[in-house]
């Protein structure tokens, strides 16, 4: 077994009977700003698979996203709807509304991926990976490069969170409707 499979192992066990330093470092995470930049991956394996690498101009950002549905607002004028009091889920998943708020923080940065890193009562908290546009070691690289070339990924849909709740992770039955985008199948054709 290599070395990152033992580190999965460590975190999957963690995980898996809450431990006592898992609990304490949520309770950290829960007293802090909701997007802190961190020094490196909690969880080293998860971010070398979606594509992290120990180099200059890659920023490790922390998110905390308020779990739970989403409540109708009360109108501030007019009848009471019937449906108002009523929680509906929210189109887009918590881990792309993480991508989505680091991105608007670190404007100067480009979301590579994203990955769950625990959850509490009330909170979720997601690392999300970025890339400086500007600096030269990521503008050097041929993969990084490329992904720095799609400007506003998390607010287009373009990362793997935000594939999902686009419908573009599908395969198979049901993924019919799904491309080009679920809206182009629905515009009438042009004559």
């Given amino acids: 077994m290599g070395y990152s499979k033992y580190v999965e192992k460590t975190f999957q066990k963690e995980y898996k009977n809450r431990s006592s330093e898992l609990r304490s470092r949520l309770a950290q995470w829960h007293d802090e700003a909701p997007v802190v930049r961190i020094s490196r991956p909690t969880n080293l394996a998860r971010a070398r698979n979606l594509g992290y690498k120990a180099k200059q101009g890659v920023i ?8 739970g549905l989403n409540k109708r ?13 009523r929680f509906y889920a929210y189109r887009k998943s918590l881990q ?6 680091a991105a608007a923080k670190y ?3 480009e979301v590579l991926n994203s990955y769950f890193v625990g959850a509490d ?3 979720k908290f997601y690392e999300v990976i970025l890339l400086d546009r500007a600096h030269p070691a990521i503008l050097a690289d041929p993969i990084y490069s490329k992904i ?5 990924r998390a607010q287009r849909g373009i990362t793997s969170a935000g594939k999902a709740h686009r419908g573009l992770n599908k395969k198979g039955k049901g993924s019919f409707k799904t491309r080009p985008s679920v809206r182009a199948r629905e515009r009438p054709k042009r004559g």
């Fill in 107 to 109: 404007t100067n940065a």
């Fill in 96 to 101: 792309a509304i993480a991508e989505e708020r």
């Fill in 148 to 152: 720095i070339a799609e400007k506003g």
């Fill in 121 to 123: 009562g009330t909170n």
């Fill in 73 to 85: 607002e009360r109108p501030r004028a007019g009848r009471k709807p019937s449906k108002m009091g």
């Fill in 60 to 67: 490790m950002v922390r998110v905390r996203v308020e779990r």
